[in-house]
C-alpha cells in the first residue's frame, strides 16, 4: 500500500507516505527525485532513510531544515549544517542528539543557538560546565535552567550555581540544584559533597572551582556513571 502512495498524484500523499517510517528504502530512494519540495523534505525527515539518500538530499541543498532534525543524518553531514546561514536549520541542529560534541560547541559560539544547546543530551559535560561557568554572573539567565536539567550536566556545574546562587532573593536553581544532585548520588553523598564545597565556598571569594579541580572531578563522575 505504501509503494502505491508513493505513486500517488497528490504531492501531500507522497510526502506523507515518505514520511512513514515503513516506507522501504527503494520507495525513499524515487521520492529523493521528486519534484515537490515538501515530499523531498519529508524524506529528510524520516529517521529510516538511508544514509545514502540523506546525502543525495544534502547535495540538493534545498531541504536542509529536515535533515538537521533528524537523528539519523550521518555525522558528515551534521558538520556541514553547522555553517548553514539559516538561524532555524542551526537551531534544529542544535537539538538533534546526534549532533557531534564538536558541532555543539560551534553553535555554542552563536548565543542565539545558547539555550537549544544547553539542553540536548548529547552536549559534553565541559561545554556544559563553560556554558553556566560564562553565565555565572547572571544566576537568573535560562541558559542556567537548561543546563541543570540536561542530564549530562556535570556535578561542578550544579556545585558552581549553588555557589553563585542568591538565596536572599529567592533563587530557585539552588533547591533545583540540590535536589538534582541528590537524586543522582543519593543524599548522603550529595550533602557530604554539598558541606564540603561549602566549608571550601567560605574560604574563597570565587565559587568557582579551579580548572585543574574540576577537570578531576569531572573525571571521576565519568567513571562513576560507568
Do not use: C
Not at 497528490?10 to 515503513?22: E, F, K, L, Y
Not at 538530499?57 to 537523528?71: C, E, K, R, T, Y
Not at 553553535?107 to 559535560?125: G, K, M, Y
Not at 553523598?189 to 561549602?198: D, E, I, M, N, S
Request: no cysteine.
Amino acid at each position: 500500500a505504501l509503494l502505491l502512495l508513493a505513486h500517488d498524484g497528490s504531492s501531500n500523499v507522497r510526502a506523507t507516505a515518505a514520511h512513514n517510517p515503513s516506507m522501504p528504502s527503494e520507495a525513499l530512494g524515487r521520492l529523493v527525485q521528486d519534484a515537490n519540495r515538501d515530499v523531498r523534505s519529508a524524506v529528510a525527515w524520516n529517521p529510516k532513510t538511508p544514509v545514502e539518500i540523506l546525502r543525495t538530499l544534502w547535495s540538493q541543498g534545498d531541504v536542509h531544515f529536515g535533515l538537521a532534525s533528524n537523528p539519523a543524518s550521518p555525522a558528515d553531514v551534521l558538520r556541514n549544517l553547522a555553517s548553514e546561514p539559516e538561524i532555524q536549520v542551526r537551531n534544529q541542529l542544535a537539538a538533534n542528539p546526534a549532533a557531534p560534541p564538536d558541532v555543539l560547541t560551534t553553535l555554542a559560539e552563536d548565543d542565539r543557538l545558547l539555550q537549544t544547546v544547553a539542553e540536548n543530551p548529547s552536549a559534553p559535560t565541559r561545554l556544559l560546565r563553560e556554558l553556566s561557568q560564562d553565565r555565572s554572573s547572571d544566576p537568573s539567565s535560562p541558559v542556567w535552567g537548561r543546563v541543570l536539567r540536561n542530564p549530562n550536566a556535570p556535578m561542578v556545574a550544579f556545585l558552581e550555581r549553588i555557589g553563585h546562587g542568591r538565596p536572599d532573593r529567592g533563587d530557585p536553581f539552588i533547591q533545583m540544584a540540590r535536589r538534582t544532585l541528590e537524586q543522582r548520588y543519593g543524599q548522603a553523598l550529595a550533602r557530604h559533597v554539598l558541606a564540603v564545597f561549602a566549608q571550601w565556598g567560605a574560604t574563597s571569594r570565587d565559587p568557582s572551582i579551579p580548572s585543574a579541580v574540576a577537570d578531576r572531578l569531572m573525571e571521576a563522575e565519568a567513571s562513576f556513571r560507568k
